[in-house]
């Protein structure tokens, strides 16, 4: 899909994985996955994610989107 993000991203997830590129297609669907937990919604076009999105989206603390962190010596 042209125009959907999580659509693309889990076609190309499924065409990595047919290629056993399997390390490739597990980062993708991580990605997706916490766009998702982000968005809190199951999709998303290409044109929601601007550079604010994009700010917002780098910045959201893992620990509240229930993401496990590692915690060591500053």
Do not use: C
Request: cysteine-free; glycine content about 6%.
């Amino acid at each position: 899909n042209k125009t959907n993000l999580s659509a693309y991203m889990a076609m190309t997830v499924s065409q990595l994985k047919e290629e056993q590129r399997m390390g490739t297609a597990h980062v993708y669907q991580s990605t997706l996955n916490r766009i998702k937990d982000f968005m809190e919604q199951n999709s998303i076009s290409f044109e929601e994610v601007t550079p604010v999105w994009l700010k917002a989206f780098l910045g959201a603390p893992l620990e509240e989107m229930g993401y496990p962190t590692k915690k060591g010596p500053p």
